[in-house]
């Protein structure tokens, strides 16, 4: 099967300059329902795969994305190379609404974190995540979005609430005491997995407010986040265009053998059931190597 990139967003972002689509492919996991179906077409000669992750109309709320439904769906359809586009809310003066970040560290404020992995049930795996975001994915999108003319941020914490209600200002504050940048609701988990399936991810993710910092101006709310939010998704799409066109086509990245050294279970001891359930990930663990994986 052809090696694929993948993109996490909103709905409207497979509605790219030049993407021929090709088809709508539900998925079936063993981790339930994705987000949405997939839509799949080709790009710059290469197989792309969109999935929005609050499904289209936005119906799912941030605590109700599946996750790892999500991400088996994509590794499945041998997605190698991950774009996640985001929105999110600055916790810095100088990063302001419309700007681009480009998050190369997360931290973790969410809870149900046992969703956000693939393991267990049988085999236990522990992935390197000291570098969460996959240099080589996020320098192409630094080109790109400073290619388009964006203000771009090179590197920034993103720091990953629940939701769905929007912070507190005491919750703000300390967030931004402790030095993160930006935060959201999403995309930790993404990472997480993302990085358990040997996938090569990067976030760009779009600011929209100033959270509710910042006294001087109204606290963020849906409604005040729109008018960015239509800004933001067209410097994406043009973003995006352009990074597809960049991607390498072989998977020789670190990310791309994320699993070496990493599974604790011998494999003799492997239950069959998880192994099953886990194929896409496990693969070329149990089958005998066919070239670039």
């Not at 439904?69 to 929105?87: E, F, G, K, M, P």
């Not at 190369?104 to 974190?113: A, E």
């Not at 760009?204 to 109204?218: F, P, V």
């Not at 973003?239 to 070496?260: C, M, N, T, Y």
């Amino acid at each position: 099967m052809e090696l694929a990139i993948g993109i996490i967003g909103g709905s409207g972002l497979y509605e790219l300059e030049g993407f021929e689509k090709s088809e709508e492919r539900v998925v079936v996991t063993p981790f339930g329902e994705p987000s949405d179906a997939l839509v799949g077409g080709r790009l710059s000669g290469r197989q792309v795969w969109f999935l929005p992750r609050h499904g289209r109309g936005h119906r799912l709320l941030p605590s109700e994305i599946n996750h790892r439904a999500n991400l088996w769906a994509l590794r499945s359809l041998n997605v190698r190379w991950l774009i996640c586009v985001t929105a999110v809310g600055s916790l810095r003066e100088e990063y302001r609404p419309r700007d681009v970040v480009l998050p190369d560290q997360f931290f973790d404020r969410t809870s149900g974190s046992e969703r956000h992995t693939f393991f267990g049930r049988g085999i236990v795996a522990h992935v390197g995540f000291a570098d969460p975001v996959s240099a080589g994915m996020r320098g192409i999108l630094r080109e790109c979005s400073m290619a388009a003319g964006l203000t771009c941020h090179d590197r920034g914490t993103y720091v990953n609430m629940d939701g769905p209600a929007f912070s507190t200002r005491a919750e703000s504050l300390l967030n931004r005491q402790l030095g993160f940048d930006v935060i959201g609701m999403t995309n930790l988990p993404e990472a997480k997995l993302a990085r358990e399936a040997e996938i090569a991810l990067a976030t760009l993710a779009m600011i929209t407010d100033y959270d509710c910092w910042k006294t001087e101006e109204e606290p963020v709310s849906a409604g005040a986040i729109i008018a960015h939010l239509h800004a933001n998704v067209a410097a994406a799409k043009q973003i995006l265009s352009a990074a597809i066109a960049r991607i390498p086509a072989v998977a020789d990245w670190p990310e791309h053998r994320a699993l070496d050294g990493a599974i604790m279970t011998p494999q003799a001891l492997w239950p069959a059931a998880t192994v099953e359930a886990l194929h896409p990930l496990l693969e070329r663990f149990i089958a005998p190597a066919q070239g670039p994986f």
